[in-house]
């Protein structure tokens, strides 16, 4: 009873986009007890990385190269697109490493964890030796946006929870945090999601000498709207995986982060 009471007080909400890493482990998916976090971390609005600090919950090592990574959804959001950064240890974003993920619109809203919705994507991770980064999973809830007249939206790092308007007399936009205040940028994404895995990358490249940016793989279909607004963007999948994009993408690569 309890479990539907929470469920319907948050569609009664419209909170209605959640998700997190899943392989390797989020950040935060212990509490402070230990104890495995079900639901809670999937609607995390805390940038860069939610509350838990650096290391919280261990640190997953990786080598360069192509890597498969798996997040879920659990409160699906229609058109909502994904964005993977890599992050120093202060959270500040050093690389995109892949941007403009559509949305699989087939997913199913669940507050059951073993029915999420699971994504697979395997990325290249870059030659860096970082002992202290983040790989952060960015979910920019662009219905919410167009749904409150703002076609195109940027990503701001600094202003990504808002009411989604810069004047507070102007209302605030459904599904916007309703003592989130004023945005500071009027085309600001002012729902955004977070989560964030932190590793340690074991490259060549030192970290002070690594020039980051925008390093997306050549061959990443969706690699020409990068820095660009964002908007509904959705494609289809299949059993995890994107459809209609170059194989090295959709190929299981690396070891296994779900151990």
């Known amino acids: 009873m309890i479990k539907k009471f929470i469920y319907l007080a948050f569609l009664c909400l419209g909170v209605n986009g959640h998700s997190r890493w899943k392989c390797p482990r989020p950040r935060d998916e212990n509490d402070e007890n230990g104890n495995h976090i079900v639901f809670q971390n999937t609607a995390n609005k805390e940038g860069p990385c939610g509350p838990a600090k650096y290391g919280y919950n261990g640190i997953t090592e990786l080598s360069p190269g192509l890597q498969t990574f798996v997040w879920e959804e659990s409160i699906t959001h229609k058109g909502a697109p994904y964005r993977i950064n890599l992050l120093d240890k202060s959270g500040k974003i050093i690389a995109t490493i892949m941007d403009h993920i559509p949305h699989n619109d087939a997913a199913k809203t669940t507050m059951m964890e073993k029915r999420y919705t699971p ?3 395997t990325i290249d991770i870059p030659n860096v030796k970082c002992d202290e980064c983040s790989l952060q999973l960015l979910f920019l ?4 946006t167009t749904n409150c007249g703002t076609e195109y939206c940027t990503y701001y790092a600094d202003d990504d929870d808002c009411i989604g308007h810069t004047d507070e007399s102007e209302g605030i936009c459904a599904g916007a945090v309703p003592t989130s205040g004023a945005c500071k940028n009027k085309d600001t994404c002012f729902s955004v999601y977070h989560s964030c ?4 990358i074991d490259g060549n490249v030192c970290l002070s000498h690594f020039s980051g940016g925008d390093i997306q793989d ?3 279909p969706y690699k020409n709207n ?3 607004n964002y908007t509904s963007e959705s494609a289809e999948w299949e059993n995890s995986w994107l459809l209609n994009i170059p194989e090295k993408f959709t190929k299981e690569e690396g070891k296994n982060l779900c151990n």
Do not use: G, I, P, Q
């Open 218 to 220: 050549k061959d990443w």
């Open 119 to 121: 994504y697979k994507m």
């Open 226 to 228: 990068s820095n660009k």
């Open 197 to 200: 895995v932190d590793v340690k």
């Open 141 to 144: 809830m662009t219905d919410k």
